[in-house]
């Protein structure tokens, strides 16, 4: 049966049950694809939409005014269901209001289909919380989209107030244009020199938030047309670094039980709605979507399912905005500080293995490298490594706070920021870089840096992990073979050795970690100077294990630790990597030019820096978002 077929089947027999479950592609074998037409494609859509405002409808307890978040209050405003519940709902949430910038998300939702449902006492309430609460505007990306979208929707509905309607003391118009100015500005600089909180599993979701928001409610046409523009250019970053709905390569901002356990992240529920990938779970984000009326292009669909041809994706980023210690390599872009994010992902039908250059590029949370490969929810279908840096020079980097005190307030929100055993975050003395399926890693840690060691993390759910005389250390994860050449002897330790996260240190960051971690080990090692080579490759490519491990055996390989890190390494799709630590990576004598890397460059997209153009490709399909006229370009190319 193909697909979508079992996909319509499903949904009329479960459309009331918690959960909708869709069959994994066999790992056996190169999935085929079987591109369903534009007509099917929107039709399993809005089946996924109504499903999720059903979900949200039934799932309201009408008689309990203390449970349902806003979300749910304004599925059921939309539908004009339990309203006695939905206005009772919104004055016991907001007693006090809380939250800031995310607050203000639901609450314009709520206004918005409201409009025909709420009363005049309901829009009372609603106009003192906007002049009495006074939402924190943050310190990210992800916080000052939301707060101004938040802001210009909210003014919108009253373009006619005056400064004493609102917390900030400036009139709607005031507050508009502010707004407008930000937001504007924001997809300028993405669109010309990449995100700075770049392909984040969690943080991608609380970007499409506001996005979704904006493209279903802003009534100046230009502006909304815009919104949707930059909507689906993110949607389409995730795309093609999609798999079954986990996001693979690397990654500004990770937290530490979704960095093992994948399909905890909040993208993944995305991947279901908008791509008719894995399994339905709750996410706020599906009931904007869908009360927004944002419809997907088709070919975005094509692109996060078309996994029967290997493909490399590159990408160019750019780092969080530099308060001080920009460095050497940071240009500045409308008076602010930033350095090139090099991005690469090799995305084949069972895996991701993606890749930057290393260093500091994000804050506390980055994840330089990983590899995904499919499984099922909730598994730990995962392996990466790192290099645990903490110092008040990264702090301060990226932080106003004073040097003295920024690693303490880091750890205050981040508590396994200042750990050894953190399973994220960026170094400078790391260096990466990848071809197709082979990673070379090499690291040259000072004698003073706060936690000199390297530690890569064996998930639970590898099978067959052997430590072979040859040094190589292979395992399976699911349809993917793994190899793993460490550079210095290292010592296997559980996953956190010093118990902070397993003690549940950090609320939200480490809730049911002991048992997400449980089974799972690190391989650590405390040289300084040191290294390591990945080779993997899926298992439907060679007759056994064994095969594999004979193939990786016999490929040449030389590496030297010192004065400083290097190796020369041939992978199996016979190219020679070499990589010396400080100095540019070669494949086959030939120097990476990273200055000449596009925006997007893959099969199924394409934008020059700078050019503020974005070409999706499909087969004959072109989707075209051109920023500099605002448009959007729809063409078949014509069959020869």
Known sequence: MPFFSVFRHRVSATLFTTCLVFPLTSVAQQPSYLPPDSGEILSQYRERCDYVLSQAVTTTSSFDETQGDLFGVAANLDRKTNLEWARKRLRTF??????????????????????????????????????????????????????????????????????????????????????????????????????????????????????????????????????????DYILLDYAVESLDGFYGGAHSRVYPRHVIVPSLNAINPLGWLFFGQGEYRYNATHIIAVLSGYTPPTILFHIANDRTK???????????????????????????????VYKYSYVDSDFILGSCQGGLLQPIQQQTWSLIWRGPTGSSNTFFGLQPHSSPFEGSMYFGEDPDTVTDLIARSKVDYDSEDKLQGGSPYEQVFQHETALIALYDIPKDARFPLIHTFFSRDLKQREEDSSGWI??????????????????????????????????????????????SQSYASYERQNGYIVQIAPSREHDSFESFKTAVKALPLEFSLSPTPSATFTSLDGSELQVSYGKPP??????????????????????????????????????????????????????R
Request: hydrophobic share 35%.
């Open 586 to 639: 070669s494949i086959n004598g030939n120097d990476v030019e990273y200055s000449s890397w596009k925006l997007f460059d893959g099969p199924f997209s394409q934008s020059e820096r700078g050019s503020k153009r974005l070409e999706m490709q499909y087969d004959r399909e072109r989707y075209i978002l051109d920023f500099n006229t605002v448009t959007i370009e729809e063409t078949i190319i014509p069959s």
């Open 94 to 231: 907001n007693e006090p209001p809380t939250g800031n910038m995310f607050w203000m998300i639901p609450m314009v939702l709520i206004m918005q289909t409201g409009r025909d449902t709420l009363n005049d006492d309901d829009w009372a309430y609603i106009r003192k919380l906007w002049k009495t609460y006074y939402p924190y505007r943050g310190d990210t990306e992800n916080h000052w989209l939301m707060y101004y979208t938040g802001q210009y929707l909210a003014a919108e509905m009253f373009p006619d107030d005056g400064p004493e309607h609102w917390f900030n003391g400036k009139s709607s118009a005031e507050n508009m244009d502010e707004a407008r100015s930000y937001i504007e500005d924001w997809i300028d600089i993405t669109i010309s020199h990449g995100q700075g909180e770049f392909d984040s599993p969690n943080y991608a979701d609380v970007y499409i938030r506001p996005l979704l928001l904006l493209t279903g409610w802003v009534k100046d046409p230009s502006f909304r047309h815009k919104a949707r523009m930059i909507l």
């Open 474 to 519: 292979f395992a399976q994860g699911g349809p993917v073979y793994i190899a793993y050449r460490p550079f210095a002897p290292g010592e296997w330790k559980p996953v956190d050795w010093t118990g902070l996260l397993k003690s549940g240190a950090g609320g939200f960051v480490s809730t049911g970690f002991a048992a997400l971690s449980e089974g």
């Open 310 to 340: 290997p493909y490399i994706q590159r990408e160019l980023k750019r780092t969080r905005w530099r308060l001080r210690n920009a460095g050497p390599n940071s240009f500045e872009v409308k008076g602010k500080r930033t350095v090139p």
